[in-house]
């Protein structure tokens, strides 16, 4: 895998930076704070999010929900102002990442454990974080709320896995906002 491909995966002319973790894990959270950050610089953020629940893709009533119900396997709805696909079918975030190119500079992934981008993982018990790494591939940073990452934090800075990706509390917001944000820009390079 040429280091082009494996940051911006095979085929896929936008990088991607996934965000994994199990449930209120704090996944949402630092993705806007990542997005907040690289738009501040300028940056062109896409976001995509992996729901583990089958959500409804429009409300009930509205047209395009009934363009849906009658059969259309696609619906796009616009204004001046923005513009909503809705697809009755699941998308990998590979197309994903192709549908965005051109129009942003990164996309950030929540969830899509499987998908083989670079990935912050965010880590609640010691378990998560062996549960994951049986889940998913090249994960670059951990993100912990055990007590063990602040204690081992406080001495190095950084902890390491078993893979040798470092493990920051999440508790050091200033250090956590730092290493993510130099990740991502990492990408962009």
Request: contains cysteine; hydrophobic residues 40%; aromatic residues 4%.
């Amino acid at each position: 895998m040429t280091k082009e491909s494996q940051y911006a995966g095979e085929g896929s002319p936008v990088p991607v930076l996934q965000i994994i973790g199990y449930k209120n894990s704090g996944k949402t959270t630092l993705a806007c704070r990542l997005i907040h950050a690289l738009s501040a610089q300028g940056i062109r953020v896409g976001t995509a999010k992996r729901d583990a629940h089958d959500f409804r893709l429009d409300d009930p009533g509205t047209d395009s929900s009934r363009h849906l119900l009658h059969g259309a396997v696609e619906t796009v709805l616009t204004s001046s102002e923005a513009t909503r696909v809705m697809r009755k079918s699941g998308t990998s975030l590979e197309d994903i990442a192709q549908s965005m190119h051109g129009r942003v500079d990164l996309l950030i992934a929540e969830g899509f454990k499987s998908a083989d981008y670079p990935k912050i993982a965010l880590i609640r018990r010691s378990e998560d974080r062996i549960m994951l790494q049986k889940e998913a591939s090249n994960i670059c940073l951990w993100l912990s709320w055990e007590e063990t990452a602040d204690r081992h934090s406080a001495a190095s800075q950084a902890w390491k896995s078993q893979n040798g990706s470092p493990i920051l509390p999440l508790r050091d917001q200033a250090l956590v906002d730092q290493e993510i944000l130099a990740l991502a820009l990492s990408l962009l390079a």
